[in-house]
């Protein structure tokens, strides 16, 4: 029995993982210490604000309030706040270290910087009353981090800082987060000056990783055996899976049969990949989700639909007003103004569902195709290019709007 959720945590490691990055500067310390540590170790003043959902769950924020080269932020500048993707965490945005990694640049220019952090991960698994033991406290997806957590992170980064408005920087979930809010929320169009959506995940019909296609075509089956061994969440990552990869793979890099298992599950080539790179995004990735969240997007993959979680047609008229579907997230209310950044090599937001998205967004600013034509879903974050190839272009944004 003990294999069953090991084997399972090997495979959603190696989906969390699933594109060609490029060398980290990341050391065997950095691997151990949180973000903050990390923020305050190359000399940013780092801060840990956490504050209450209106469902009781607790949310951790991560400030960059000054920077060693402008110093403190300028206050009249609008602050930027910058979201996770799917099993990840604030970590994400610093994995390349403080000349390369979009929350140090954007400091560098004087911005107040915070990264938040979705229930569920290593940074907000509390909550005033629920255990991250029981499966009560796992029982969300998507829907309920954009619907509770993203406002209160929104208006307590408006209520730090002052100011009416801020910027907002999503990778993958962080954006599907964003557009449920708006959706069902629209009086928080106001509160942002400009979205930039990298990677949207909103419409997956045309997923193209076969590994993770599998799963969502079987999500549901999926999801009631490991909830049958009492297995709610991807846990963030453990030093016993270190071990193991080290075990199996003592040098990455020269293990053709390591190798061929991971580019197997998840479908991509690791061409720029250092040898301190599997090891680091290890420690940081997964940072830990609800399955359930995952199978969310699983649905999203083979419904075709923008849309809350679907729980069968019986439940879905209860839940959702004698309806035996789940009603689509109307997108015309989102009318916020975005800017959307896709890469061509992309096999989980296809450049196909991103255009679609653009099409159904009443106030879209910018649709912008990244010019390397091999860039993948995580060089959003890891790319030794994505400074000019995209973090010059946001910053410019922030700066202008």
């Known amino acids: 029995m003990a294999l069953v959720p090991l084997t399972i945590r090997m495979l959603l490691v190696a989906a969390s993982v699933f594109t060609s990055v490029a060398d980290v500067i990341f050391t065997e310390e950095d691997a151990n210490l949180s973000t903050p540590e990390i923020i305050l170790k190359y000399g940013y003043n780092s801060e ?31 602050p930027v706040l910058l979201m996770h993707g799917l099993m990840g965490s604030s970590a994400d945005w610093i994995l390349m270290g403080p000349e390369e990694s979009l929350p140090y640049l954007l400091s ?69 987060m964003f557009f449920v809010l708006n959706a069902l929320r629209p009086e928080y169009n106001r509160k942002f000056r400009l979205m930039h959506a990298l990677a949207p995940a909103v419409f997956l019909t045309h997923l193209q990783n076969p590994f993770l296609r599998f799963l969502a075509q079987h999500e549901t089956a999926a999801l009631q055996f490991v909830n049958f061994f009492g297995i709610f969440e991807v846990k963030p990552y ?87 579907v789940p009603p689509d997230y109307d997108l015309t209310k989102v009318t916020a103004p975005v800017v959307i950044f896709y890469g061509l090599a992309d096999q989980l937001t296809h450049p196909t569902d991103v255009r679609q998205l653009a099409g159904r967004l009443p106030n879209l600013v910018a649709l912008n195709q ?7 879903h995580m060089d959003f974050l890891l790319a030794g290019d994505a400074k000019d190839a995209l973090y010059d272009s946001i910053i410019g944004n922030v700066e202008q709007a």
């Open 238 to 324: 453990q030093e016993d899976i270190n071990r193991l990869a080290k075990a199996l793979c003592p040098d990455f890099y020269s293990r053709a049969l390591c190798l061929d298992a991971m580019h197997t599950m998840t479908g991509n080539k690791y061409h720029h990949m250092s040898q301190l790179g599997f090891p680091m995004l290890l420690r940081h990735l997964p940072a830990g989700c609800s399955l359930k969240q995952v199978a969310h997007f699983g649905q999203a993959v083979t419904s075709g639909h923008f849309r809350p979680y679907d729980y069968g047609a019986e439940e879905n008229r209860r839940r959702y007003t004698g309806s035996a």
């Open 108 to 176: 560098d220019q004087g911005h107040d910087v915070w990264l938040g952090n979705a229930r569920g991960n290593r940074y907000s698994r509390n909550h005033t009353h629920l255990s991250p033991d029981g499966r009560e406290f796992w029982d969300f997806t998507f829907h309920e981090i954009g619907l509770y957590d993203l406002p209160v992170m929104v208006d307590h980064v408006l209520a730090q800082t002052g100011q009416p408005q801020l910027h907002y920087v999503g990778h993958s979930q962080g954006t599907t």
């Open 48 to 78: 840990i604000h956490n504050i209450e959902t209106q469902d009781g769950y607790i949310i951790e924020l991560h400030r960059v309030r000054s920077s060693p080269v402008y110093g403190p932020a300028n206050p009249y500048k609008l």
């Open 370 to 376: 990244l010019p390397n034509a091999t860039f993948n």
